[in-house]
């Protein structure tokens, strides 16, 4: 038996006429393609997941499709990570056009980011995640949840959410695979003792996922350079916010409750 293979299909409508997605679904069962997933991803635009043991038949249900006036296929290919949320969510994840490792949320879509973060922590290997965002933005909530939906452990080594957090070492089981690391950025390079901070640099080099909170700080203040991060998330409260650090300085500022 041929092992299905599932395809993402994204296609812009024209004129939404009645019985057109009948039509596509019904084009869909004649060539024995199932429907996994479907939703409006972008306005006038419908995404969905398809599977089939037969890559001629989904080329030949794209070549029926472009003869179709009232659409226009978009994308047509392997399903991506962003692929499959924008099909769970209805929305796209928006992207840094000149810095392709940028997603940015604002905080009406902590569902998405929580979903696009767990998938990121699901696999055990060295993964740099940077976040940025102003104090109480759900930045840290956001990082638990997501641990949480991967099935992984966590542990803060530097952290403002409940209280101040400094670790100066780590327990015998959270040196095991499956944790992620949470690293305040400010508090751990402004903060904290030496001590702490090589505690810091001996996580960077483990084989696991580490998300540094403030990483441009981070940055700033340590050896470390944005570009050994693998992903950077930017959470804003609304799309116009401005994330600034202007009030961080060596005492207290809102950055010391996050």
């Not at 419908?46 to 472009?66: E, K, N, P, W, Y």
């Not at 949320?105 to 993964?127: I, N, Q, S, T, W």
């Not at 001590?195 to 990483?215: F, G, N, S, T």
Request: charge should be negative.
């Amino acid at each position: 038996m041929e092992e299905k293979k599932e395809w993402y299909l994204e296609y812009e409508i024209h004129q939404n006429r009645p019985g057109l997605l009948g039509d596509i679904s019904s084009l869909l069962g004649i060539l024995s393609i199932n429907i996994v997933t479907i939703n409006g991803v972008e306005d006038g635009r419908r995404g969905m997941l398809i599977r089939s043991a037969r890559d001629d038949q989904v080329a030949r249900f794209r070549a029926i499709l472009d003869t179709i006036d009232n659409i226009t296929v978009r994308r047509m290919r392997e399903p991506r990570l962003r692929d499959r949320l924008a099909v769970m969510h209805g929305r796209y994840i928006e992207r840094d056009a000149d810095d392709k490792k940028t997603f940015r949320f604002v905080r009406d879509e902590l569902g998405l980011l929580v979903d696009f973060m767990a998938e990121l922590f699901k696999k055990d290997r060295h993964y740099l995640v940077g976040i940025r965002g102003m104090p109480r933005v759900g930045k840290t909530e956001s990082l638990v949840a997501a641990s949480v939906c991967a099935n992984k452990r966590w542990s803060f080594i530097s952290s403002t959410m409940l209280r101040q957090t400094v670790r100066n070492q780590l327990d015998e089981d959270e040196l095991e695979k499956g944790h992620i690391y949470i690293i305040d950025g400010i508090v751990s390079m402004m903060r904290a003792s030496s001590r702490h901070q090589e505690l810091v640099h001996d996580i960077m080099k483990q084989p696991a996922v580490k998300v540094v909170e403030h990483p441009d700080i981070f940055v700033r203040e340590s050896r470390y350079t944005l570009g050994d991060f693998d992903c950077m998330i930017e959470l804003r409260n609304n799309e116009s916010e401005e994330i600034t650090y202007e009030v961080v300085e060596s005492g207290f500022s809102s950055f010391d409750i996050s």
